[in-house]
């Protein structure tokens, strides 16, 4: 059975700190995505890789940083955590590009106090 | 930018009833799929269609494609209490890219 797996399901951090969000495929996808969902926004593109060392800027990048060494871990670093980074993250993995689904980790819910 | 837009943001039916979800998007595309997603978990693949394919099914779930009109659709039919959740369409080009989703509640 394919996984996806997120290191935390809920996850509280103060403010400023570097936090580390990690998401690891096992079914040797070479693309994955990093999203975050609100209320109201649906689910927004942080980062995405294509493969190992490779990444791409989504729509809201900022804030956000990526690392891919592996092809089966990516991970999401809030470099200076802020409340206004509160929210749901997912990450994604594919097979390849333009034609196949796409499977999602249970998502991490992070709260910056 | 988000790709897909869908419409409505929420449906609320009886158990029986079709339920019908629409999706625009912006850019061409080699695919597009939709997506649900239970509350407060990850999505979960429900089906793709090709650019090449104007309609799909996949059990009780029927999926059209306009490309023309850069538009998809969604039924579900004969809806279920257990089909409540929301439902999101993705262009299935290399960068992914959701909408707001649909809200659907079926009502037992």
């Known amino acids: 059975d394919v996984k996806v797996t997120q290191s935390s399901r809920y996850l509280v951090k103060r403010t400023g700190e570097k936090v580390f969000l990690e998401c690891v495929q096992d079914?040797?996808?070479?693309?994955m995505f990093w999203y975050r969902q609100d209320p109201g926004l649906g689910l927004r593109l942080i980062y995405f890789?294509?493969?190992?060392?490779?990444?791409e800027k989504g729509d809201i990048p900022e804030g956000y940083s990526v690392s891919r060494e592996k092809k089966e871990r990516f991970s999401l670093i809030l470099e200076s955590a802020s409340t206004n980074q509160t929210s749901m993250y997912l990450c994604?993995?594919?097979?390849?590009?333009?034609?196949?689904?796409?499977?999602f980790g249970q998502g991490t819910r992070l709260t910056v106090v | 930018s988000q790709q897909g837009e869908e419409d409505p943001q929420a449906l609320s039916i009886q158990e029986g009833e079709n339920a019908t979800m629409n999706c625009s998007y912006k850019?061409?595309?080699?695919?597009l799929q939709w997506y649900r997603q239970n509350s407060g978990r990850g999505l979960v693949h429900l089906i793709l269609?090709?650019?090449?394919?104007r309609e799909k099914h996949s059990g009780r779930l029927r999926v059209t494609l306009d490309t023309s009109k850069k538009s998809s659709s969604l039924l579900i039919t004969a809806s279920r209490a257990a089909d409540t959740a929301s439902y999101f369409c993705?262009?299935?080009?290399?960068?992914?890219?959701f909408g707001a989703g649909t809200r659907l509640t079926v009502k037992p």
């Open positions: 890789s294509y493969d190992v060392k490779m990444k």
């Open positions: 850019t061409s595309i080699n695919n």
């Open positions: 269609i090709r650019s090449n394919e």
């Open positions: 994604a993995s594919s097979l390849a590009t333009g034609g196949t689904e796409a499977f």
């Open positions: 993705a262009n299935n080009n290399n960068d992914m890219r």
């Open positions: 079914m040797d996808h070479e693309n």
